[in-house]
Nanobody
Framework: QVQLVESGGGLVQAGGSLRLSCAAS????????MAWFRQAPGKEREIVGV????????WYADSAKGRFTISRDNAKNTVYLQLTALKPEDTAVYYC????????????????????WGQGTQVTISS
């Protein structure tokens, strides 16, 4: 059974930091781009950032640039999202997802391009 399991969420004060992890099991995702999305209450799920399958390139939404960093350890089949300088508006459930295509050239940001999803981890930022 293929699973993506996020962890590391929690309640922190504005300005704080968190490190989210996404551990994959059931198959390797070393040849899939991986992405982080988030969904705030009453809002649509939005992309936060993407890391290419070899880890050499990343892309971030404007809201994440300069504050969030995606990394991956293919040996551990794990992707990370480092969150810093957190704001109350970052409050959301954060999901990791795997690109449906392997060895993709380039980066896609549409939700429909991602076929494997974790259950999400809640991040709450207090003001």
């Amino acid at each position: 059974q293929v699973q993506l399991v996020e962890s590391g969420g929690g309640l922190v004060q504005a300005g704080g930091s968190l490190r989210l992890s996404c551990a994959a099991s059931g198959r390797t995702f070393s040849t899939n781009n991986m992405a982080w999305f988030r969904q705030a209450p009453g809002k649509e799920r939005e992309i936060v950032g993407v890391i290419t399958w070899a880890g050499g390139n990343t892309w971030y939404a404007d809201s994440a640039k300069g504050r969030f960093t995606i990394s991956r350890d293919n040996a551990k089949n794990t992707v990370y999202l480092q969150l810093t300088a957190l704001k109350p508006e970052d409050t959301a459930v954060y999901y990791c997802a795997a690109d449906q295509e392997t060895l993709r050239v380039g980066i896609v940001t549409k939700l429909s391009e991602y076929s494997y999803w974790g259950q999400g981890t809640q991040v709450t930022i207090s003001s």
